[in-house]
């Protein structure tokens, strides 16, 4: 967690906490979901990066020669909305694939379209047709989902399979 983070979630926890001093329970619950929703969206985005970080480092173990960078606090669009998050780019040479993963942090970044909690794109350098968006979700029992939004409008959810093609896609260079 970042020291800007960290500081967040001390004011989160402080706002609380005078909330409910104050009996504004409908504020110290908005404030507690904000919390817990915070916490669900770190988890999601640290997995999905460290996902690829970890299947492209056995990928690169195979003599791939990839290069893996990693971005803290990178800023990327999705429609109107601005997302905060992280942003990882495995590149082997010129063929790239970068992925980005946040949620909006101020009120003037928007805000998740789709009832989403946070979003990401998996994207190929030269190869758009094999870009896809993906939208964090919470399936039945509350648990983190990534699904991948479809263009027919499908929405399937995001497996460790489905990243492996990625880089299948990235080594067919």
Do not use: C
Not at 1 to 8: D, G, I
Not at 79 to 85: I, L, P, S, W, Y
């Amino acid at each position: 967690m970042s020291e800007l983070e960290e500081h967040w979630a001390n004011a989160l926890a402080e706002a609380e906490r005078r909330a409910r001093t104050l009996g504004r329970k409908d504020l110290a619950e908005y404030v507690a979901l904000r919390s817990a929703n915070d916490l669900v969206r770190r988890t999601a985005v640290e997995w999905l990066i460290s996902t690829v970080t970890a299947l492209a480092t056995e990928v690169n173990g195979a003599a791939a020669n990839l290069e893996i960078e990693h971005q803290d606090n990178h800023r990327f669009r999705i429609g109107q909305a601005t997302m905060v998050g992280q942003l990882l780019t495995v590149r082997r040479g010129i063929p790239l694939i970068q992925v980005e993963a946040g949620w909006p942090r101020t009120p003037p970044d928007g805000f998740v379209r789709g009832g989403g909690l946070a979003r990401a794109h998996i994207k190929h350098l030269g190869k758009p047709n094999v870009n896809e968006e993906l939208l964090l979700t919470q399936s039945r029992n509350k648990a983190p989902q990534w699904k991948v939004l479809k263009k027919s409008g499908e929405q399937i959810v995001l497996t460790e399979a489905h990243l492996r093609n990625h880089l299948s896609e990235l080594l067919k260079n």
